[in-house]
T-cell receptor, first 113, second 115 residues
Framework: NAGVTQTPKFQVLKTGQSMTLQCAQD?????MSWYRQDPGMGLRLIHY???????DQGEVPNGYNVSRSTTEDFPLRLLSAAPSQTSVYFC????????????FGQGTRLTVV | KNQVEQSPQSLIILEGKNCTLQ??????????LRWYKQDTGRGPVSLTI?????NTKSNGRYTATLDADTKQSSLHITASQLSDSASYIC??????????????FGKGTKLSVKP
């Protein structure tokens, strides 16, 4: 019963490097999203998707790209990493409609030097 | 502006004691409110959900309350255990639906339970 799986758990990047954070869920949830969590800031929404082929921006989308080619996967791409993107990133998914619970992955701790 | 404010920011209690965490929100239109528990190094996990018509709901040693008139919620932890040490996050949903673009997160209360 995997739930939401994020990889990698830890990553160090140099400024200007690119990388993709992976997120996969096996619960057939239509809604998926990416958040970043910084000290004293709480969780902030980066991008979200309401289904395959559909994505939208959240509160802090700049510097990040997403795509949703399948129901299961929702990767987050950093095209040119900046120190301001040092954070803990969480992927979440939830079922359609209703008073839905968001199921979170275990997070990716990213450091940009 | 839709906001969720939590207090206190952090709290230290002795094992076996009770505590209450507060959540005030200015979110409209309100759909529901969830309390999440986030252990260090892990993702948040839902503890309980409160809808507009519910005043109190218990989940083991956790009891959540909701006053929709004053837009306040509380999470009461009874007979605390060391494993209760975590951050507790209040999350309010806008409207009725599953879109995670409609979730408003509080910054959390960091609870430390000491032996």
């Amino acid at each position: 019963n995997a739930g939401v799986t994020q990889t990698p758990k830890f990553q160090v990047l140099k400024t200007g490097q690119s990388m993709t954070l992976q997120c996969a869920q096996d619960m057939n949830h239509e809604y998926m999203s990416w958040y970043r969590q910084d000290p004293g800031m709480g969780l902030r929404l980066i991008h979200y998707s309401v289904g395959a082929g559909i994505t939208d921006q959240g509160e802090v989308p700049n510097g990040y790209n997403v795509s949703r080619s399948t129901t299961e996967d929702f990767p987050l791409r950093l095209l040119s990493a900046a120190p301001s993107q040092t954070s803990v990133y969480f992927c979440a998914s939830s079922p359609v409609e209703g008073n839905t619970e968001a199921f979170f992955g275990q997070g990716t701790r990213l450091t940009v030097v | 502006k839709n906001q969720v404010e939590q207090s206190p920011q952090s709290l230290i209690i002795l094992e076996g004691k009770n505590c209450t965490l507060q959540c005030n929100y200015t979110v409209s239109p309100f759909s529901n409110l969830r309390w999440y528990k986030q252990d260090t190094g892990r993702g948040p996990v839902s503890l309980t959900i409160m809808t507009f018509s519910e005043n109190t709901k218990s989940n083991g040693r956790y009891t959540a309350t909701l006053d929709a008139d004053t837009k306040q919620s509380s999470l009461h932890i009874t007979a605390s255990q060391l494993s209760d040490s975590a951050s507790y996050i209040c999350v309010v949903s806008l409207n009725y639906g599953g879109s995670q673009g409609n979730l408003i997160f509080g910054k959390g209360t960091k609870l430390s339970v000491k032996p």
